[in-house]
């Protein structure tokens, strides 16, 4: 039996996500890049980055860390896979970032969220909790 076959075999859903997040997270490693990756496996992780982020701390917490380098790929993954009310919703985290696109380096990105508004701080809380 393979990993991934071990991995879809699990009875709990959050078991299967989490073994086949390992599976894919290893090969990437290996690989040394997300290219290696196919679309599927790159959508995949696009989506468990953020989700990830999401659950430690929000949207501030996703645009404030190395993740939110790849906001325009989640988008684009919640795309590929039809989640359309996921979609909307990072499109307007995205669209209410003060830079367009979201710079992917995080030394470009931190200065903009060292002086983010109340207005923005407070769309993302609402945004993070129509996510949640």
Known sequence: MTEIDF???????????ELVGTVIWNKANKAKS????????????????FESE??????????????????????????????????????????????????KDIFMRRPFMETLDETTKTKWLTITSDFL
């Open 7 to 17: 991995a879809l075999s699990q009875k709990e859903d959050t078991e299967v996500i």
């Open 54 to 103: 999401l659950i430690n701390g929000g949207l501030f917490n996703f645009f404030y860390n190395t993740s939110g380098g790849y906001a325009h790929e989640i988008l684009e993954a919640y795309e590929t896979i039809g989640a359309y009310e996921s979609v909307n919703l990072m499109h307007r985290a995205i669209t209410s970032f003060p830079e367009i696109p979201v710079p």
């Open 34 to 49: 997300f290219t290696a990756l196919s679309l599927q496996e790159r959508t995949f992780v696009y989506i468990d980055i």
